[in-house]
């Protein structure tokens, strides 16, 4: 069994349909795979704060049992839970979302022992089970250094777009509710990011090898390419954010053609979930 969670509302749909394509396609043998979605409502900070449906939930699951028929998606509608732990917290208003702040919630639901977090903006190049079956028995999680941070910040610091979770021992430590805590009272440079390894057990990450967290290239070892904002130095210095879905510009500017599989399975689901939403 592979149980992997990934958290958002119906603005990363695009980024859910793609990243789980990609899981399932990229299997070297079916396996059963449990895709859990984090989701809420919180429409006090912004309109557009709105919950994923069960029709996004129900679409993808029937897109990725075409490809690995032992697949489930659950839906977790946890807005009760944010407003009971970090309803108005320090961070609620930082650079990025406060759905990103929903996988701290993950001890206070039925999780399974062994959980991959993801983002959104992931894509899988080798079969996911590479990183899925490493032992991580003795660890609270195991995760890949982040590619800026380990130059700028120090030298072990890790990007969380990639997690894998051992709960036991994380709810065995406390870590969770650590971090919420640190959210909670702390404004933090990486909100979450900042307040999951802040509230690390020492010794109890398991760094990995870049290949499962690669933020800037594509090697022939990537097992995981995470479309995060990155750096271009031509033809000047800027940041641009490309994500897998605008997949004009990761042809154009990554020049990648390893995700056309996935992409163009992906344009054709788009175009029929777009049809749908008409028609109800």
Same mark, same amino acid.
């Given at each position: 069994?592979? $149980? ?17 394509? &990609? ?22 900070? &912004?309109? $557009? ?65 062994? %959980? ?5 903006? @992931? ?14 028995? $003795? ?26 979770? $051992? ?12 971090? *919420?805590?640190? @959210? ?12 999951? @390894? *802040? ?7 398991? %760094? ?15 097992? @995981? ?56």
């Amino acid at each position: 069994m592979i $149980n992997v969670l990934y958290s958002g509302n119906g603005k990363v749909f695009d980024g859910v349909l793609t990243s789980t394509l &990609s899981l399932v396609k990229r299997l070297e043998k079916p396996r059963p795979l449990r895709v859990y979605l984090y989701t809420m409502t919180l429409t006090r900070v &912004s309109p $557009n704060y709105t919950a994923m449906g069960e029709e996004h939930a129900r679409f993808i699951e029937k897109a990725l049992q075409k490809h690995n028929p032992d697949t489930k998606v659950i839906l977790c509608d946890v807005t009760d839970l944010y407003e009971t732990h970090l309803k108005e917290n320090a961070n609620e208003g930082c650079y990025c979302s406060p759905y990103t702040l929903l996988r701290l919630l993950a001890d206070l639901t039925d999780m399974p022992d062994k %959980l991959l977090y993801l983002d959104a903006d @992931i894509m899988i190049n080798k079969d996911i089970g590479e990183l899925y079956d490493i032992d991580v028995e $003795n660890y609270e999680y195991a995760a890949a250094n982040d590619h800026y941070g380990k130059y700028l910040v120090n030298p072990k610091y890790i990007n969380a777009g990639v997690l894998l979770f $051992n709960m036991k021992k994380c709810r065995e430590t406390g870590l969770f509710e650590k971090a *919420r805590e640190l @959210i909670r009272v702390k404004k933090l440079p990486f909100a979450d990011q900042s307040a999951i @390894i *802040r509230s690390t057990t020492k010794k109890m990450c398991k %760094l990995l090898p870049q290949k499962f967290n690669d933020q800037k290239f594509l090697h022939k070892d990537t097992v @995981i390419r995470h479309f995060s904002k990155r750096l271009f130095w031509l033809p000047y210095p800027h940041t641009d954010n490309i994500k897998q879905w605008h997949v004009e510009k990761v042809h154009k500017v990554f020049k990648y053609h390893q995700f056309d599989d996935i992409l163009n399975e992906y344009l054709v689901l788009k175009e029929e979930f777009e049809n749908l939403q008409k028609t109800e």
